[in-house]
C-alpha cells in the first residue's frame, strides 16, 4: 500500500489528529495544524474576497469537473487546471527531474507534471493532494498502483515538516501563501536539489508568483534562476471563468519563467 491515510479526527473546535503509515519520518508528530480546512488563512485577498461571499462553497467542498475538452474546473465554473498549461508541465518536469532521484510534486491537478515527472524516471515519486474529486481521479487513474509513488491524501500545510528530503520539488496549488512552505525549504529539499513552483506572470512584471515577503526569504536561503520561454498558446477568458471574469491567465501573457532554485551554500 503506498498512500498515506490521514485519519480526520476534527471536531468543531478540535485541530485534526493525523495518524499516517510509516512514510513520513519517524519523528512525526501526531497533532499538526490544519487551518486551510478551517478558516482558509492561507488564501490570497482576491480569493479570500470571493470565498466571504455567503453562497460560497469553500474550495476543497466543491464539486469538481474534469471537462472533455481538458479543464478541470471548479462548481462556480472557474478553472482549476488547463491543457493548454501541459508545455508548462514538461518544462516544470524537466526541470525539477534533473538530478534524477526522488521528487516531489504538490497539487496533482490534471496530473500533467506528474506524467511528465513518471518520463523521468524517479526513484521516487510523491504527490501531495487533498481534493476529494482530484483523490478520486488519482485512484481511478491507477496512481497508487505504481510501486514507487506515494500519494498523500491532505494538504501540504499537514505534511510539510514531516517530508522526507527530495532532489526535486514543484508546488502548483494556486493561489495561497506559501511563507512556511519556503520557510521549511532546506529541510525537504537535498543539498544540491532543485526547487520550483508555478509562476503565474500576474502578480509583477519580473513574473515572481511571490509576495514580497515571500520572495526576500526564498532570496536569503537561494540561488535564483528563472528559465524563461514562450507559450504557443493560452485559452481565452471565456474558457477560464464564467462572464468574462479575468483573473487566471491573461492570453497575452506568452512568456513563462520557470524558476530554477537551489540552496545557497550555507543552507546545504
Ligand atoms: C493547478 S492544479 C495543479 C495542476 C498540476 N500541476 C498539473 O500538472 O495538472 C492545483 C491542485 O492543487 C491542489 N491543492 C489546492 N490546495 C492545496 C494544498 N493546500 N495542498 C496540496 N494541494 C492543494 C488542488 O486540489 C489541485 O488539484
Same mark, same amino acid.
Given at each position: 500500500m503506498n498512500m498515506i491515510t490521514i485519519k480526520n479526527t476534527q471536531t468543531k473546535t478540535n485541530r485534526v489528529n493525523p495518524v499516517f503509515t510509516d512514510l513520513l519520518k519517524p519523528d512525526v508528530e501526531t497533532v499538526f495544524k490544519n487551518d486551510l480546512y478551517q478558516n482558509k488563512v492561507y488564501l490570497k485577498d482576491e480569493y479570500v474576497k470571493t470565498k466571504d461571499k455567503d453562497d460560497e462553497t469553500p474550495?476543497?467542498?466543491?464539486?469538481?469537473?474534469?471537462?472533455k475538452d481538458g479543464r478541470l474546473m471548479d462548481e462556480r465554473g472557474y478553472a482549476v487546471m488547463m491543457e493548454w498549461e501541459d508545455e508548462i508541465m514538461k518544462r516544470q518536469a524537466e526541470i525539477i527531474c534533473r538530478n534524477g532521484g526522488d521528487i516531489l510534486n504538490v497539487g496533482f491537478g490534471m496530473g500533467m507534471i506528474d506524467t511528465y515527472i513518471e518520463s523521468h524516471r524517479p526513484r521516487t515519486h510523491w504527490?501531495?493532494?487533498?481534493?476529494?474529486?482530484?483523490?478520486?481521479?488519482?485512484?481511478e487513474d491507477g496512481w497508487l498502483k505504481k510501486p514507487h509513488v506515494k500519494v498523500i491524501f491532505a494538504t501540504w500545510q499537514d505534511v510539510y515538516k514531516h517530508l522526507p528530503k527530495f532532489d526535486g520539488i514543484y508546488i502548483d496549488t494556486w493561489d495561497e501563501v506559501f511563507y512556511e512552505f519556503h520557510e521549511n525549504i532546506e529541510n525537504i529539499l537535498?543539498?544540491?536539489?532543485?526547487?520550483?513552483?508555478?509562476?503565474?506572470?500576474?502578480?509583477?512584471?519580473h513574473g515572481l508568483h511571490t509576495d514580497p515577503a515571500e520572495y526576500q526569504m526564498l532570496e536569503?536561503?537561494?540561488?535564483?534562476?528563472?528559465?524563461?520561454?514562450?507559450? &504557443?498558446?493560452?485559452? &481565452?477568458?471565456?474558457?477560464q471563468s464564467p462572464d468574462g471574469d479575468e483573473r487566471y491567465w491573461d492570453p497575452t501573457w506568452t512568456t513563462y519563467y520557470a524558476p530554477v532554485f537551489t540552496l545557497k551554500q550555507e543552507y546545504r
Open positions: 474550495y476543497f467542498e466543491q464539486k469538481l469537473t474534469y471537462t504527490i501531495i493532494e487533498p481534493h476529494p474529486d482530484v483523490q478520486k481521479k488519482i485512484i537535498k543539498p544540491d536539489g532543485i526547487y520550483s513552483y508555478f509562476n503565474n506572470p500576474r502578480d509583477d512584471e536569503h536561503k537561494m540561488n535564483m534562476d528563472f528559465e524563461a520561454f514562450e507559450i &504557443d498558446w493560452v485559452s &481565452d477568458w471565456d474558457t
